[in-house]
C-alpha cells in the first residue's frame, strides 16, 4: 500500500493536468492562413493578466483542489488526530468496501441498507425529474408560446416569490400541510373522501413534492427558453397541416425542446440526489434517503473519509447516469448549456 | 359553379383596431388571386380568417360552398404556406413534405409514393434525404409549396413567400409559382405588398387599404383603370396633382391645381367643385414633347437604371414630377436647375375622387 503522507503530490496533480492540456494545445492543428488576435491583443496585457489569474484561482482553489481533497481523503482510514501521517495512515480501499460489505457488527455482510438507500435514491430522484418535467412542460409551453407578455411577467413573479422563502422553511411548511392532521388531510376528510386521514409523510408522498417542489425552477427555465425559442409559425404550420395538438407537441416541440428537457431533468435529477434538507424534514420514519446517511457519516459517526467515499459514489453515479442519459438522447453537453 | 372561397361581410376587431371592414368577395375555382396592399392593410389577416388561425368578429367564410365557422385550421381544406415558410428543421426534406399525409395516417408505401412524385413536381427528385439547412433559399421555397400541396388542399394560402427572396430569385420563382399552379389547377390566394409580383402572377388582384378593398380586377384594370387614388398611387408609379374639378365637358373635365389646369379623363364622373386629383403614370409623360398639358419647372435628377430613365422636375409649386423614358430622348435631359418642360395628352390622364 502507498503511503498516504503525499500531500505535494495532490498539490501536483492540477499543475500536471495544466501541463497536458498546454501540451495538447500546442499540438492542435490549427487552421492556416487564419491569423485572430490573441487573448492578450483582444483584452489588453493588464486585463489579461487579471482574468487567467482569476480565472485559474478560482477554478483550482474553489473547484478543483477542495475535490482533490476529498477524494484522497476517502482512500484513508478512520484515525485519531495523532496518528495521521504516523505509519497506520496508509491510502486503503475500506471506505469503498464498507459501503458494499460494512455494517456495525462483520464486515462480510453486503450493506442491504446503504446500498438499497443509493439505488432507491437514484430511482427517487429520477422520478422526480420526470414528474417535474410533466409538471412544468404545460406551464412552460403556456408562457413560452401561448401567454401575452404581461401574462409572462406575472406568472414568473408569482413562480420565484415562494423562493423568498428558505429551503428549510419550505420544507417544514410542507410538513404541516401534509401531516396526518394538516390542511390537505382536514380538506379530504371534510369533503369526505377519505375516512382515515392519509399517512403522506409516512408513505414518502410529501417527500417526493417537496423536492418536486423545491427545484421545480429549474425545470421551469430550462424548458420555457428551449420553448420559448421555438418559432411560432412552426406550431402554426404543423396545425395547418392537419396535426392534432397532441401530434405537434410528440414531433414539433418536444424534439425542438430536447437539449432543454434534457438540461432541466439533470439539474432535478442531480439537485433531488443531492437533497439534504428536504429529506431530513420530509423523509417518513421508514425512508432511507442517500444524503442523509452520507451525512451522518460526517456529523455522526465522525468519520469524514467514509463520508468523503460515499460522497464520491454518490457524485461518480450521478454523473455517469447524466452522460448515459445525453448519449441515449444523441444530445451533446454542449447542447444543453445553451 | 360556387365559388372557391366566399369571403362573406367580414369583419375583423383587434380591441378598438379593426383589421378588416365588412368585406365581401368571391374567389374562383382554380384562379391565382392576390390581395395587394401595404403592411398594415389587413390582407394577412385576412389570409389567417380563411386559413382559420382568426375568428371572424363578424361574417363569414366559405370556401367550396361550405361554412368554415367553428372550423379549425387543422380541418379546413386550406394549406398555407408561411412568409418564413416555417419548414421542420429537425426533418429532412421528405420528412416535411410528407408531415401532413403522415398526420392524416397515409400509410408508408403509399405517403412515399405521393413524396417522390411531389419532389418531382418541384424539381428536387433526389434530394428527399437532405436537411432543410442544406437547401438553397429557392430550393426552401419549393419545399414548402411542396409540403402544402401533399395534403391536396381545395385553396393554397400563400403568405408573401417570396418577400426573403432575392431580386433575381424572386422573379424566377414568380414564373415557378404560376407554373405549379397552371399544373396542380388549386385555388392559389396570393398575399403581397409587392404590386410587380401581383402585376406578373395574377389572374385577379383585390386592393386594399385600411382594412377596405380599394378595387378587385386583373392586373390590367388594377393598373390602367385605377377606380380610387389609393389604387392609382399604389399599384406602380403614378405623378398626381390635387385640385378642384372647375370644368366638365364630355368625358373629361379640367382641374385647378398648385401649378396650373390640367385637363384629363373624368372616370368617375366628378361634378364641377369636387376635389379630385389627376394622376399621370411616369411613363406616360413625355419630355420634349408638345401635348395637351403642359408642365414646365427646373431640370433635379436624371436616375439611369439601363432600360429606362427616371427624369424628376421640380415644378413652379416645389413638388416633384417624374417622367420615365427609355433610350435616347432621355440624354438630352439637362443639368439639374435649368429650365425644362414635360407634357402628357389628355387621354393619359385619370381624374379620381381625391
Known sequence: MLSSTGHPFIFLLPVLALLIFWVMAKFEPKPVGVTKKSFFQRNGTPVAIYLIVAVTFWALFMIVLPQLFMVEMSFRPKLPPVEMGGPKDLYTFENYHYFIYGSTTSSDAINWVHIKAFFLTILASLLVALFNFALCYPLAFYMAQVARPARVRFLLLLLIAPYWVNEILRAFAFRIIFSSGGLINKMLLGAGFVDQPIDFIGNDIALYAGLGYAYMLMMIFSLYNAIETLDHAQIEAARDLGAPWWHIHAFIVIPFAKPGIASGCTLVFMLSAGSLAAPLVLGGPRSLWFTPILYDRFFQAFNWPQGAAYAFILLLACVSFVLLVLRLGRLSLGEIAK | ?354
Open chain 2, 1 to 354: 359553379m360556387t365559388a372557391a372561397v366566399e369571403i362573406d361581410h367580414l369583419t375583423v376587431q383587434f380591441g378598438l383596431f379593426t383589421a378588416v371592414k365588412d368585406v365581401s368577395l368571391q374567389i374562383r375555382q382554380g384562379e391565382f388571386f392576390s390581395f395587394l396592399g401595404p403592411s398594415g392593410c389587413g390582407k394577412t389577416t385576412i389570409l389567417r380568417a380563411i386559413s382559420g388561425f382568426q375568428e371572424p368578429t363578424q361574417g363569414a367564410i366559405r370556401i367550396g360552398g361550405q361554412d368554415m365557422s367553428g372550423i379549425g385550421p387543422n380541418q379546413r381544406p386550406t394549406a398555407l404556406i408561411f412568409q418564413n415558410l416555417a419548414l421542420f428543421p429537425l426533418m429532412t426534406v421528405a420528412e416535411n413534405i410528407g408531415y401532413g399525409l403522415r398526420v392524416r395516417g397515409v400509410a408508408k408505401a403509399e405517403r412515399d409514393r405521393k413524396v417522390d412524385e411531389l419532389l418531382n413536381l418541384i424539381a428536387l427528385s433526389d434530394q428527399g434525404n437532405k436537411k432543410i439547412e442544406e437547401l438553397s433559399g429557392g430550393q426552401k421555397q419549393r419545399v414548402a409549396i411542396a409540403r402544402a400541396l401533399a395534403v391536396e388542399p381545395k385553396v393554397l394560402l400563400l403568405d408573401e413567400p417570396l418577400s426573403a427572396l432575392d431580386l433575381k430569385l424572386r422573379q424566377h420563382m414568380r414564373n415557378e409559382l404560376r407554373a405549379i399552379q397552371r399544373r396542380v389547377g388549386v385555388t392559389f390566394i396570393y398575399i403581397t405588398h409587392d404590386q410587380g409580383e401581383a402585376l406578373t402572377m395574377s389572374d385577379r388582384i383585390a386592393v386594399m387599404n385600411r382594412g377596405k378593398i380599394e378595387q378587385i380586377g386583373n392586373g390590367r384594370d388594377v393598373y390602367e383603370h385605377p377606380q380610387t387614388s389609393f389604387v392609382a398611387a399604389f399599384v406602380g408609379e403614378n405623378n398626381g396633382f390635387t385640385g378642384t374639378i372647375k370644368n366638365v365637358s364630355g368625358d373629361q373635365a379640367e382641374i385647378e391645381t398648385s401649378i396650373g389646369r390640367l385637363v384629363g379623363m373624368n372616370k368617375r364622373s366628378l361634378a364641377v367643385g369636387a376635389k379630385a386629383t389627376l394622376f399621370v403614370r411616369p411613363e406616360l409623360m413625355q419630355f420634349g414633347a408638345e401635348g395637351e398639358n403642359k408642365l414646365s419647372g427646373m431640370a433635379a435628377d436624371a436616375a439611369y437604371e439601363g432600360m429606362t430613365t427616371h427624369l424628376t422636375m421640380k415644378a413652379s409649386d416645389g413638388s416633384s414630377v417624374v417622367a420615365t423614358l427609355t433610350g435616347a430622348p432621355a440624354r438630352e435631359f439637362p443639368a439639374s436647375g435649368s429650365p425644362v418642360s414635360f407634357a402628357f395628352s389628355t387621354r393619359d390622364a385619370i381624374i379620381l375622387p381625391a
